[in-house]
T-cell receptor, first 115, second 112 residues
Framework: NAGVMQNPRHLVRRRGQEARLRCSPM?????VYWYRQLPEEGLKFMVY????????ESGMPKERFSAEFPKEGPSILRIQQVVRGDSAAYFC?????????????FGPGTRLLVL | TQLLEQSPQFLSIQEGENLTVYCNSS?????LQWYRQEPGEGPVLLVT?????EVKKLKRLTFQFGDARKDSSLHITAAQPGDTGLYLC????????????FGAGTTVTVRA
């Protein structure tokens, strides 16, 4: 009965490198959401995906950030040419296809540190 | 600016005491969720409240949704060290709104 899985749990990158964060939703869940948590701030919505579709990416920076949820495999949040301001905890959440979309189950997060 | 304001920001109490955490907004929410987050982990869903005035109990935790659906409270009776954590409220502005708005959280420490 695995929950939402994220890896890596910790990621260190130097400025200018790429960061790839992976998320496997709970079994049976087809909706995936990515949030970012900065120190002393609440979680901020970034993007909502269903299999092979980006439903809403209004919370994601227009440049350097992209997300996908392929037919097979985990959802990927990709940050190109990272900068120090990208350092944060990134959380993935999932919800089932027929349930209330505001009832979301979160993974353990990936802590990204940009040096 | 946060859509949801949580208070207090920090709370430290002795084991056995009671505590209440508040979540307030000027906006009306379709539903509110409460999560608990431990250091280095993700938020764990505790409860969802959807009806104005609704009260839900989860063992020693009591959650209330305000009549006007603008605020919520979490009350813990006889707190234990295991209750230590960051308590987050999150709201959906409309039914099935996936874009949750989170408060900044209340850090609760229960001393043995």
């Amino acid at each position: 009965n695995a929950g939402v899985m994220q890896n890596p749990r910790h990621l260190v990158r130097r400025r200018g490198q790429e960061a790839r964060l992976r998320c496997s939703p709970m079994k049976g869940h087809s909706h995936v959401y990515w949030y970012r948590q900065l120190p002393e701030e609440g979680l901020k919505f970034m993007v909502y995906l269903q299999k092979e579709n980006i439903i809403d990416e209004s919370g994601m920076p227009k440049e350097r950030f992209s997300a996908e949820f392929p037919k097979e495999g985990p959802s990927i949040l990709r940050i190109q040419q990272v900068v120090r301001g990208d350092s944060a905890a990134y959380f993935c959440a999932s919800s089932p296809p027929s349930g209330r979309e505001e009832t979301q189950y979160f993974g353990p997060g990936t802590r990204l540190l940009v040096l | 600016t946060q859509l949801l304001e949580q208070s207090p920001q920090f709370l430290s109490i002795q084991e056995g005491e009671n505590l209440t955490v508040y979540c307030n907004s000027s906006s009306v929410f379709s539903s509110l969720q409460w999560y608990r987050q431990e250091p280095g982990e993700g938020p764990v869903l505790l409860v969802t409240v959807v009806t104005g005035g609704e009260v839900k109990k989860l063992k020693r935790l009591t959650f209330q949704f305000g009549d006007a659906r603008k605020d919520s409270s979490l009350h813990i009776t006889a707190a234990q060290p295991g209750d230590t954590g960051l308590y987050l409220c999150a709201g959906a502005l409309k039914l099935n709104d996936y874009k949750l708005s989170f408060g900044a959280g209340t850090t609760v420490t229960v001393r043995a």
